[in-house]
């Protein structure tokens, strides 16, 4: 069983920038495929990073040049660093483990707004 916790969200104007972090419980952490999703207002969740257990990412093209994922298999941390973040960017966003089986954290809101 894995748990995974998200924080970092908030509120940033249009152009700032924020950083997320998941920390996930359990063993097996560094075997275990890592990846952020959103679900803007009214729309269906959507893929943003991932991550695999050794490092390769890959992003989506919307947020691609201004977000960055990254993991500390040490402290079985997942990160995103999220850049020029654009009002399209406010979505419910949720930390993702993939291995075995698959997990979701609780979500965390970010809102991007003047």
């Known amino acids: 069983q894995v748990q995974l916790v998200e924080s970092g969200g908030g509120l940033a104007q249009p152009g700032g920038s924020l950083r997320l972090s998941c920390a996930a419980s359990?063993?097996?952490?560094?075997?275990?495929?890592m990846g952020w999703y959103r679900q803007p207002p009214g729309k269906q969740r959507e893929l943003v990073a991932l991550?695999?257990?050794?490092?390769?990412?890959n992003v989506a093209d919307s947020v691609k040049g201004r977000f960055t994922i990254s993991r500390d298999n040490a402290k079985n941390t997942v990160s995103l660093q999220m850049n020029s973040l654009k009002p399209e960017d406010t979505a419910v966003y949720y930390c993702?483990?993939?291995?075995?089986?698959?997990?979701w954290g609780q979500g965390t809101q970010v809102t991007v707004s003047s």
């Open positions: 993702h483990a993939r291995g075995a089986n698959m997990y």
């Open positions: 359990g063993t097996s952490f560094s075997t275990y495929a």
């Open positions: 991550i695999s257990s050794g490092t390769y990412t």
